[in-house]
């Protein structure tokens, strides 16, 4: 082989790492847990290339433009491709900050939201607590691994380089939001219920002992219902979780073949 044909061969294996990288670090940015604000950007720049290198030999041999503008567009797709598949990831812990938001809603926690001066950022009491748990569970459950397969197959679905219609995935994320929107109902509901039942019966107390205050009682009783029903109920959602995170390679699968389309 010429010296030419050795640095075009160089070249093109470059551009494919290029390529493969671009698809690879879009995990690392909207993926839960990848992409985590606390954990630092060196490791997860090294994660991004070490993984590049384990998928590097399943991206199949093709031509790909060497023009600055048309590979700089390929680039663009090819990292829009792992932004999506993260995005799936998200929607899953998604369903967990609107089930703990609405509970400390219906708590009295949602001032937290708005007024936190001890770190000056917007937390979430309940919300925190699931996400936490939500996190364990996901790495326990081997979720990660999950997602890291879903990557995995999406160079087999979706070859680099191919055209995608990033249009056609709208029914795919569509049907995935909502299946995410009602987990995080039943996520919710047990605590739900039981503040609901608490209210109707302060309410009940409140017009049969006119002297009660109910405004002084009702907050301590309804955190304690609140506690008590989201121990009882752990085991609940940790089965909810647990069957989120299970469905997260069909789901990735699911919105990479429309994204083929």
Do not use: W
Not at 189 to 202: H, K, M, N, W
Not at 203 to 228: C, D, E, M, S, W
């Amino acid at each position: 082989m010429t010296e030419e044909g050795l640095y075009e061969l160089g070249l093109f294996q470059v551009l494919k790492f290029l390529l493969v990288l671009a698809r690879v670090g879009g995990i690392f940015t909207s993926a839960p847990v990848f992409g985590d604000v606390h954990v630092p950007p060196r490791v997860r720049v090294g994660l991004a290339v070490a993984l590049t290198f384990v998928f590097f030999p399943l991206v199949k041999c093709e031509t790909y433009p060497q023009e600055v503008l048309p590979f700089f567009s390929l680039l663009v797709r090819e990292a829009g491709i792992g932004l999506v598949i993260g995005f799936v990831v998200a929607m899953v812990f998604s369903a967990i900050r609107v089930a703990g938001a609405y509970v400390d809603l219906i708590l009295g926690f949602g001032f937290a939201n708005l007024v936190d001066p001890s770190f000056k950022e917007n937390s979430a009491v309940v919300g925190q607590l699931q996400n936490l748990v939500a996190t364990l569970l996901f790495l326990v459950t081997n979720g990660h691994h999950s997602v890291i397969k879903g990557l995995a197959d999406s160079f087999a679905v979706i070859p680099v380089g191919e055209k995608v219609l990033l249009g056609s995935t709208v029914p795919a994320v569509t049907a995935v939001f909502a299946a995410m929107f009602g987990s995080a109902l039943r996520i919710a509901l047990p605590v739900v219920g039981a503040i609901f039942l608490t209210d109707v019966s302060l309410g009940i107390l409140a017009r049969t002992v006119p002297q009660l205050n109910v405004f002084v009682v009702g907050f301590p009783a309804k955190l304690a219902v609140a506690l008590f029903v989201l121990a009882v109920s752990l085991p609940f959602f940790s089965g909810v979780m647990s069957h989120l995170i299970g469905g997260l390679e069909r789901d990735i699968a699911l919105v990479l073949k429309n994204l083929a389309m």
